[in-house]
């Protein structure tokens, strides 16, 4: 007896796939728009990264309550108010080194505006442009710092209400990261990959941070005693500001220099200027840019040309804060986007990821 015919496919035949150009032309747009969305609404995502970033370096606080048997209420507001100290320490810190600068600016008035005549004067000696010299008088004017002063002024409501939004933030999500913890037992192993990857950016982020504060106080606290040793006024805010600007990747060494420079060439001409550029390579450029970037890419993973592009394009989508934000979020888009795809590997290495090379390897070994 013959068999039985089988009987014909009736699921409908799937639809080709769209050519690759194709896909990737949308794949560009899709994400034009998110940027645009995101730089368009850079006022509210700001503050939510920071909080992120606080909530997401102050988490570890609450684990060894937890071992010793502390309620997870308990655990929860530690880290709440550890997070809180850390926002109130940074604005006392900027708040200070801000009044300070202005009185800076208003009391060496005057020495600034024979700084820039001097300046404009040896520019017309050496033949230049006209231009030139309007440039410099334009940047090193009394009035446009002023005028920056007066801009910074007006935008302290922004500020606080900033402030106000992330002391919200950070509440509401260390309250909701103590749920995370339970993600595996309570979903089970489908849980285990999307935790693995958020754990390893949460150690990424941290690790940076870290290793970003200790290199910058070292950098401050030799900053700030060359600078008094020197005679520069207010040594103390261009120290806080050198730490802050080392937060910034590759270029927060210029953004620490140039304040104090400028200084050091009103109130005591170019040989006190040329010491204090010469100290800041010294101790900047050995510690920053030699030292500093190989412990940085160790910690997160990246590679030094990927960390300075995203200076650069942070600062684009979502402003100045970018800058400081810029490791985190380009973190947090390689975790969202290629370590879920272990087709992305080698986009991972070209990146600075050194694990994916150890993953590619067990997958050769597994399928040989």
């Known amino acids: 007896m013959a068999p039985a015919a089988s009987p014909p496919d009736a699921r409908p035949a799937s639809r080709s796939p769209l050519p690759p150009a194709l896909t990737t032309l949308l794949a560009l747009a899709a994400a034009i728009v998110v940027l645009a969305g995101m730089s368009f609404g850079r006022d509210l995502i700001g503050p939510l990264a920071v909080a992120a970033v606080i909530v997401v370096i102050c988490h570890p606080v609450r684990h060894p309550l937890e071992r010793i048997g502390c309620p997870r209420w308990l655990a929860t507001t530690a880290v709440i108010a550890v997070a809180y100290a850390v926002l109130v320490a940074m604005a006392l810190l900027l708040t200070f080194a801000g009044v300070e600068f202005t009185a800076l600016v208003l009391d060496y008035a005057g020495e600034l505006r024979a700084t820039v005549d001097t300046i404009v004067a040896w520019l017309g000696e050496m033949g230049l442009h006209s231009q030139a010299s309007d440039t410099v008088a334009a940047m090193l004017a009394p009035s446009s710092l002023i005028r920056f002063i007066t801009s910074l002024g007006s935008g302290m409501l922004g500020v606080a209400t900033a402030l106000f939004f992330i002391f919200a933030y950070v ?160 973190l947090l888009l390689r975790a969202l986007i290629l370590e879920r795809d272990p087709g992305t590997r080698w986009l991972r290495w070209l990146s600075g990821d050194t694990s994916a090379t150890e993953e590619q390897l067990v997958a050769a070994r597994k399928t040989s």
């Open 171 to 330: 509440l509401f999500m260390a309250a909701d990261a103590a749920r995370y913890d339970r993600a595996t037992s309570d979903f089970g192993p489908s849980a285990k990959p999307a935790m693995i990857r958020f754990e390893a950016f949460n150690r990424g982020v941290r690790r940076y941070y870290v290793v970003n504060a200790c290199f910058g106080l070292v950098v401050a606290v030799i900053d700030g005693l060359a600078l008094w040793a020197l005679g520069v006024p207010a040594p103390l805010v261009w120290a806080i500001l050198s730490f802050v600007t080392n937060f910034v990747p590759n270029i927060g060494f210029v953004l620490g220099l140039v304040p104090p420079a400028v200084l050091a060439l009103v109130v005591g001409g170019w040989p006190l200027m040329l010491a204090v550029i010469a100290i800041y390579c010294v101790v900047n450029v050995v510690l920053q840019v030699l030292v500093q970037p190989k412990f940085v890419s160790d910690a997160v993973n990246l590679s030094l040309t990927l960390s300075f592009f995203s200076v650069l394009f942070w600062t684009f989508v979502i402003g100045p804060l970018g800058a400081i934000l810029s490791i985190p979020l380009t």
